[in-house]
């Protein structure tokens, strides 16, 4: 078990090392980047369902749900996704592959505890803006980097089928923005630098509970709460005399040293609640909603007169189908079938106009012959935005891939 972990961690980190950003929105210049989805991939298959209490597939949306684990657990994910950006005249494509999660569960009888480390938001974008006055000012403006989430979670059983749990996170990153400003035809621009390192604490706090309704039917409920909190944001600001080339690469003529401002951003509150029936191994289907209120994530780089930020909020319906999990043969009744519906309203408005977002998912759960462990594949079709007012609408299509790795730390030996 160990080697496989081993093995397969490596892949992924191999893989991550030449990565493109984790983002190609223009829209993960506001705030602190584009909010990333914080689950794991089995959740995602079902339009970011996470109402069952699962003994095999770490849930980490919810931290209640590490009391229900039954094995040690390793699981991690990425995806690959294709971006096509448009506005009312132009069209652009973009691709990205990113590392989605890294989580380890732990079982301890009525408690579970589980850690991870994962990405809350991601900024990447490379954006050029063109003066229809020839002696007019132009702009590129470019951003990568983003906030990432380690988080420790502990789970404890009240009662059968009651489950509570809490987690601490520690949220950390650094987001870098650039902005080049020249007139055609003029080989000497000025570039403004601003570097952003994040970090602060958050707390999540979580319950589900499982009832039987009918026979062989159980109903699921969920529910998390999270406080607001602060985030630290130190952010550095460099003025200075550029050349550029054709392809905007610079190199430094003169600069102004660089000015420190330090900021306190505020995450807002979040309260999300779900529920569902299904039969365990068999079936299940619900419906998930969560709502944030506004907060202050923009920081002195990226403010701008014609955005404001409103609350938001998600709904996503979705479920599985698994035809005969206990089938020795014909591999495809074992196979776990998602699907999933989302719509998310981001909060973010740009020219009085929300960016929403809304798509469609599916997954497979495929059995590991000969193991309690699984692999999992999920793809997503979304639309976000619109070309309304001069903004932008980005079609995305994603295919995510995940190991689920399960297997017996911890158990009484017996001598007959």
């Avoid at 200075?240 to 430094?252: I, M, R």
């Avoid at 000969?370 to 001069?390: C, D, H, P």
């Avoid at 079609?395 to 001598?415: H, M, P």
Wanted: glycine fraction near 10%; charged fraction near 15%.
């Amino acid at each position: 078990m160990i080697k496989k972990i081993i093995v397969i961690a490596c892949f992924f980190f191999s893989l991550m090392s030449n990565a493109q950003s984790g983002s190609a929105s223009p829209y993960s210049f506001f705030g602190i980047g584009e909010s990333r989805f914080k689950g794991n991939l089995e959740n995602r298959s079902m339009g970011g369902l996470n109402i069952e209490q699962d003994s095999l597939h770490i849930n980490i949306l919810n931290p209640a749900s590490f009391a229900s684990m039954r094995f040690t657990t390793f699981t991690i994910g990425a995806n690959y996704t294709t971006t096509s950006l448009k506005t009312d005249s132009n069209k652009e494509n973009a691709q990205r592959t990113t590392l989605d999660y890294l989580a380890v569960a732990l079982p301890l009888g009525k408690i579970g505890v589980g850690f991870g480390l994962l990405p809350y938001t991601s900024v990447g974008y490379n954006i050029q803006s063109t003066s229809s006055d020839p002696d007019g000012a132009n702009n590129v403006m470019k951003g990568t980097g983003g906030l990432n989430k380690a988080f420790f979670s502990l789970g404890y059983t009240v009662i059968p089928n009651l489950v509570v749990g809490a987690d601490i996170q520690y949220n950390f990153g650094r987001i870098n923005n650039t902005n080049l400003e020249y007139i055609t035809g003029v080989p000497i621009g000025t570039q403004e630098e601003n570097k952003a390192d994040l970090n602060g604490f958050t707390a999540n706090f979580g319950a589900m509970y499982k009832h039987k309704i009918y026979k062989k039917i159980n109903l699921y409920s969920s529910f998390t709460y999270t406080p607001q909190s602060k985030l630290s944001s130190s952010n550095t600001r460099t003025i200075s005399t550029v050349n550029y080339n054709s392809n905007f690469d610079v190199a430094v003529v003169d600069k102004v040293d660089a000015k420190e401002i330090r900021t306190d951003l505020t995450i807002p509150e979040k309260i999300s609640f779900g529920f569902g029936a299904g039969q365990i191994k068999k079936w299940m289907i619900g419906t998930q909603m969560v709502f944030q209120n506004v907060g202050k994530l923009a920081s002195d780089y990226n403010t701008s007169s014609n955005t404001t930020y409103g609350k938001y909020s998600s709904y996503s319906l979705g479920g599985y189908y698994v035809p005969n999990y206990n089938v020795f043969s014909k591999y495809y009744q074992k196979v776990v079938y998602r699907a999933g519906l989302k719509y998310t309203k981001t909060g973010t408005i740009v020219n009085s106009e929300e960016i929403d977002d809304k798509g469609i998912t599916l997954g497979f759960g495929l059995p590991i012959p000969g193991s309690i462990s699984n692999v999992n594949v999920g793809l997503e079709y979304g639309q976000r935005g619109t070309t309304a007012k001069g903004l932008v609408q980005e079609n995305y299509f994603t295919f995510a891939v995940s190991f689920s790795l399960n297997d017996k730390w911890f158990g009484q030996r017996k001598i007959d």
